[in-house]
């Protein structure tokens, strides 16, 4: 079945000065498989960008604010701002408005302490707050008020650091990325998430869906030791954990992104694309940088593997919100942001070689039936690590400033005047 659908915010598809705004998809069902392919337009009058509106860090004042290594953010449903410094380690809470309230625990072996947390941070409704804690192999249960409530065991398989968050469903059970299996190479690791109910009970392992693909990769090796590298801005697969209870990633060969629901459907987005080029300087750049560092561990080492290519892949990860909005982040043109005499006095200055090149973020939005919202461009210096917090009309995210000084700013999405 084949259909071709327009919405507007009123009437049918028209053929005047605002219909270029209306989204138009084609949709097709092959099988278990809803493919929702957009054709044109958006349901948002426009594009959008994320304006600040509050803003935690500065590069001197007092320590709450002064952040250093952020690694996991996490946001009540009352909008109240947990967010994990490995740096210090500190776990802070700040109020929707950003003033800092408390910390949560310290660093330590005792109740309530942490020891070398890593990227596993979540808010349940009722505002307890989980925080993963490898170190002490178990989940770090808090109050509201930021008081030790106990611990939960990790699962046996979970013993291990990641950068992956903590996903939470609309059932208030959490889910942590674990290793499937030990005692085999780090290249045939797979992966899964465990289901940690409200209670602390681990019901359920998820296996992470896969795509038949390997990454092009160079590789060094000597009888004591080898390494491997991706090619660039080569497809690689992003998947994601929707608070709805299923799956979703793709593979970024294309733009195919699948929901793998839970009633045994995929609906499968689809949008054209035009695919962004690699500047040669950047893609020469990149083999530079990639030969010397294997060159210090593999003297005499030579690119042995496939070309740098001229195009970079559609997209370079998929997101959820809290919500259950798909957030795709875009793969754009790079920008210069310095020339080579500037970064021939900076590597000298500092001894390190800068990159010259800064590829610019936006994210193409979507609800979870497939419909296109729009693309949201982000401001200079927003970061995707650590993962951002999307719901409604609003992002939490790490900023760096041209200091490097970092920030968690909450973000609102403004559509941009036509």
């Known amino acids: ?154 699962p046996s398989a979970g013993g291990f650091s990641t950068s992956r968050k903590m996903y939470t469903d609309t059932a208030d059970n959490s889910y942590m990325m674990v290793l499937l299996e030990r005692g085999v190479p780090v290249t045939q690791w797979r992966y899964g998430l465990a ?21 092009p990769v160079v590789s060094g090796q000597t009888e004591n030791s080898s390494s491997s590298s991706g090619v660039p801005y080569t497809a690689q697969p992003s998947w994601a954990y929707s608070p709805f209870g299923y799956f979703i990633g793709g593979l970024s060969t294309d733009y195919r992104i699948d929901l793998m629901r839970t009633d045994g459907r995929v609906v499968r987005i689809e949008r054209a694309f035009e695919p962004s080029p690699v500047d040669p300087a950047e893609k020469a750049e990149s083999e530079d940088r990639i030969t010397e560092n294997f060159r210090d561990q593999f003297p005499g080492w030579r690119w042995n593997g496939p070309p740098i290519p001229d195009t970079k892949p559609p997209f370079r990860s998929v997101l959820v919100g809290e919500d259950g909005r798909i957030w795709v982040l875009l793969s754009l043109p790079s920008q210069v942001i310095m020339s080579i005499a500037e970064a021939v006095a900076e590597e000298q200055r500092t001894g390190n070689r800068p990159t010259r090149f800064r590829e610019p973020a936006a994210f193409d939005v979507f609800e979870p039936d497939g419909r296109y919202l729009g693309r949201v461009d982000v401001p200079e210096g927003f970061s995707s690590f650590p993962e951002p917090v999307f719901r409604g009309d609003h992002v939490w995210a790490v900023a760096r400033d041209s200091f490097d000084v970092a920030s968690v700013v909450r973000y609102r999405i403004e559509p941009r005047p036509r």
Do not use: F
């Open 195 to 215: 289901r940690i109910d409200g209670h602390g009970e681990h019901s359920d392992t998820l296996i992470a869906p896969t795509w038949d693909y390997e990454r």
């Open 1 to 154: 079945m084949l259909a071709v659908v327009c919405v507007a915010g009123a009437g049918a598809c028209a053929h005047d000065a605002g219909a270029t705004a209306r989204w138009t998809a084609a949709i097709d069902t092959v099988g278990d498989t809803i493919v929702v392919r957009t054709v044109s337009g958006r349901v948002w009058d426009g594009d959008a960008d994320l304006v600040p509106e509050i803003s935690i860090g500065v590069l001197e004042g007092e320590d709450p604010y002064m952040l250093g290594s952020v690694t996991a953010l996490a946001v009540s449903r009352a909008g109240a701002i947990y967010v994990l410094d490995r740096q210090v380690p500190a776990l802070r809470k700040y109020s929707a408005d950003g003033i800092h309230i408390t910390d949560l625990g310290r660093s330590g072996s005792g109740p309530g302490e942490y020891k070398n947390p890593d990227g596993g941070l979540a808010v349940l409704s009722d505002g307890r707050v989980l925080q993963r804690d490898p170190g002490n192999a178990r989940i770090n249960v808090y109050g509201e008020d930021g008081s030790a409530l106990g611990h939960w065991p990790l």
